[in-house]
């Protein structure tokens, strides 16, 4: 009996329907935590290189991890995993809810399916009863529309996963939707999911899981709730949620605004956290054991029609809303509510529409491409991508692939504005005048995400007292002194061991990050639940462990992978910024490139960004190192 975990790996061979149990082995337990680390270690070791990402030989994954489904805050993160259709490395993805503890509670801490089943179907899982039912009826249905249709029929007790449309029509950015708003939605994992002939996942768990000290964690428990709700920021941040960082995005000059041709727009003000409480907001909606639903849920009214939708939360709001220049927080709630319906991520699908649209200025799309006129700040234009897209009709078949692929294929130069590292839409923050932010978007391990690493506002308290003063707008820029390089780099690399870190353990990280709940709460917690003691320190290691371990996936599976696939767009890396706080900053390639060079050195990879041998073997990854002159990244793309 592990303690903290419910012992057992759920395994189904969708081809063959053949349902497995295994123990989940201690030494998984004791050396990837849980979540993100069971992903990227099961990835590695059973997945077949070069496997297809849409084909049955990818994994597609579901880990929670020790602290999940235990009594204290936040402790409802699901992670999910498999090769991305976006990128064709590394991909990961979580979402709160309910799904992760009553996986837990139904006796599994991982869930992996294989191959692919013979027709539309659903997994149902309850308790120790597993099995494999068709849903031919549910194929084609919006994702919150068969949530709602699954809730009616098997009840409320059920957790219930779907994807929609877009995942059943391999969309790059297909989500997974969850408790009618909570999204897993980066790097297609609803793709993987639909390629599964997988359209929902319903979970019902009644049992209890092992833990070391059930005493002392009622005590701890009730101890950290306490905590939070002592905090000074517990009153204010709950009611605007992340919405409510939208006007400091936009002060600082970071608010992605017309696919990311500027960074400030001055109707913010319009779709902000405010407006959002004004104009939309019935009640607050949280995840599994929260003590602060950020969730908002309301009712949005627009020509379109009338929807109730949980968001839209700031990313959102920032790549359908600023970077789509839509200014009504209504019309950014309902293009909300069509990509969940649709199931497709809010982020990738913003990006996607936004350089669909400037092409269509630029007159690289035309009407008949494209199937009507579109343009920016009008929902409707927004609206008709995103349907296109979902069922691959006319451009959005084009567009399916993400924003690398669609731009590669229409040429012309629109490769410049496609916005995404690695093939993975970007995230919402404008970085020209944020050095570390930029760094920390180009070495994401999944492609650009702000969820790994965040160093936006130390890029801004910088020594200098701000990153306007490192990066000179005109012609060759100075390159960025070596002790700014160093601290960025060693910022960005602590960041990205300590936001992934909450996804190994399985809860939410908002408390820590926007409250300052103290991380000795949860060295506690898991010593409580697992009877094991770890430092934070030590839980640290783990997830640069796993850091590790995700970059060598990627490097294994993309032919010709490295240096190149760190860059931004040319869009960010040299065309300074036209208007704005920022107007006029930019940065270079050849300060990107210092940037790289600092990162990988600290990193322990090669010049190419490689993981050398000696580096996996520090971290007992030997096994690895074996294996790593066969990898794809020595074959040429
Ligand atoms: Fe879920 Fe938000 Fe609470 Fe985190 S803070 S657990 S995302 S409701």
Redesign the pocket.
Known sequence: MLNGYAGTILRIDLTNEKIEKQPLPAELAENFIGGRGFVAKTLFDELPAGADPLGPENLFIAASGPLSGQFM?????THFGCKSPATGGYGDSNL??HFGPALKYAGYDMMILTGRAAVPSMIVIEDEKVTLEPAGDLWGMGSLSAETRLKAEMGEDFQILTIGPAGENGIAFACITHDFG?QAGRVGIGSVLGSKNIKAVAVKGTGSIPVNDPKALLEEGKRAYRDVRAKPGFTGW?PE??AGITDWVTRVGALPTKNFQTSYWDRHAKINGAAILRELKIT????????????KYGKAKTGLGEVYVEGPEFETISLLGSNCLIDEISEIAYANYVCDELGLDTISAGVVCSWAIECYEKGLLDREAIGKDVQFGDLASVVHLLECIARREGVGDLLAGGVKSAAQKLGQGSEAFAIHVKGLEWSGYECRNAPGMMLAYMTSDIGAHHARAWVLGHDLAGSSGSVHDLISSEGEAEPLPKSEVVGRAANVIASQHLRPLFDLLG?????FM?LGFEVEHYERLYEVVTGRRMSWEEMLSVSEKVWQLTRSISAREIPGFGRSWDYPPERLMGEPVPDGPNQGHCITRKEVDILLDEYYAMRGWDANGIPKAETLRQFGLEEIAAGMDNWACHRAA
């Open positions: 805050p936040a402790s409802g993160k709160g809810g909570r709950t949620g992340t607050d909606k949280g995840c599994y054991c929260c003590p602060t639903p950020c969730g809860i939410c990280r908002l408390q926007e």
